[in-house]
Nanobody, 126 residues
Framework: QLQLVESGGGLVQPGGSLRLSCAAS????????IGWFRQAPGKEREGVSC????????YYADSVKGRFTISRDNAKNTVYLQMNSPKPEDTTVYYC???????????????????WGQGTQVTVSS
């Protein structure tokens, strides 16, 4: 069974740091672009950051640029999202997804994703 499992969420203070993990099972992430998405209540799901399969090219939403860093460890079949200096407006559930496409395209077109996991809750609060 192909599955992506998000973890690492929790409560973090503004200006702190948190690392989210997206672990794959049942398939290898090597040939997929991987994206992190979030959906605040009443808003559409948005691509936060995506990373390409081979070149490792990355895409970041303007709202997180300079604060979040996406990386992948193909040996561990895992993708990470390092969240530095999070803000209260970053509070929501974060999801990861894998699609065979370009990272930019994945992030701007969440509709390309056909299966979503449970996500991991991130709460930024003092």
């Amino acid at each position: 069974q192909l599955q992506l499992v998000e973890s690492g969420g929790g409560l973090v203070q503004p200006g702190g740091s948190l690392r989210l993990s997206c672990a794959a099972s049942g398939f290898t992430l090597d040939y997929y672009a991987i994206g992190w998405f979030r959906q605040a209540p009443g808003k559409e799901r948005e691509g936060v950051s995506c990373i390409g399969s081979s070149t490792g090219s990355t895409y970041y939403a303007d709202s997180v640029k300079g604060r979040f860093t996406i990386s992948r460890d193909n040996a561990k079949n895992t993708v990470y999202l390092q969240m530095n200096s999070p803000k209260p407006e970053d509070t929501t559930v974060y999801y990861c997804a894998a699609v065979r496409t370009l990272p930019f395209r994945l992030c701007v077109l969440p509709a390309l994703v056909t299966d979503w996991g449970q996500g991991t809750q991130v709460t930024v609060s003092s």
